[in-house]
């Protein structure tokens, strides 16, 4: 007999145990932007999605496993990377997209809960950081684009300009009462750009020319 090792959550599972897990993942995305991480109750997500709540504990074990799954699937789930044929618009999309799943009245109360699980759980915390490993794999190649075509200097390094682009979303967010617009988009794609063909997101020991 061989000992369990796998991670909560991290069998991908076809037919009814898909639908069950569909159904966990939304009742617990639910009851999170309801209440916060701080609240969230396996046996109350099993009510929620109606399924048993041993199923739930079973096989995601506890609240933060339960997170990981989450934020697993919302990483599978999310929109493919934009190719407008600028960087400016690429990274336009980008935040329009940032800005859109912050101001969702379900969504921003959700990555409020998600980030609160991070800062107190080292099992969120490591789901959180793959989520956002994850969109920056996925958004890199726009940067790449833009190095290939000659607006910003080679060596520029793609995760360090889409994070210029979404840090100012997500502390607005968390910081302001004021929740991220269009005009925060803009503005923090703005500086971005004005930043990558400066060179100031080059890595050390390559061309970090200014494109001319």
Request: glycine share 8%; aromatic share 6%.
């Amino acid at each position: 007999m061989t000992s369990d090792t796998t991670a909560p959550g991290s069998i991908r599972p076809g037919g009814r145990t898909a639908r069950v897990r569909e159904a966990v993942l939304h009742a617990a995305g639910d009851l999170l932007a309801e209440r916060g991480y701080a609240h969230l109750d396996l046996g109350e997500v099993a009510a929620r999605a109606e399924v048993g709540k041993t199923t739930v504990y079973r096989r995601w074990r506890t609240p933060a496993g339960l997170v990981a799954d989450l934020l697993v699937d919302m990483a599978e789930t999310s929109l493919p990377h934009s190719n407008t044929g600028s960087l400016r618009g690429d990274l336009l999309a980008n935040a329009r997209l940032v800005t859109k799943t912050l101001t969702d009245p379900r969504q921003g109360r959700l990555f409020r809960a998600l980030i609160a699980a991070g800062t107190t759980d080292d099992t969120a915390a490591a789901a959180l950081h793959a989520f956002y490993d994850t969109r920056l794999t996925e958004w890199s190649p726009c940067v790449e684009y833009a190095v290939t075509r000659g607006e910003i200097p080679s060596g520029t390094d793609p995760r360090a300009v889409l994070s210029a682009v979404s840090a100012p979303l997500y502390y607005r967010l968390l910081t302001s009462a004021t929740p991220p617009d269009e005009a925060a988009a803009t503005a923090a794609v703005a500086a971005a750009v004005i930043a990558a063909e400066a060179g100031v997101f080059t890595t050390e020991g390559t061309d970090s020319q200014p494109v001319r």
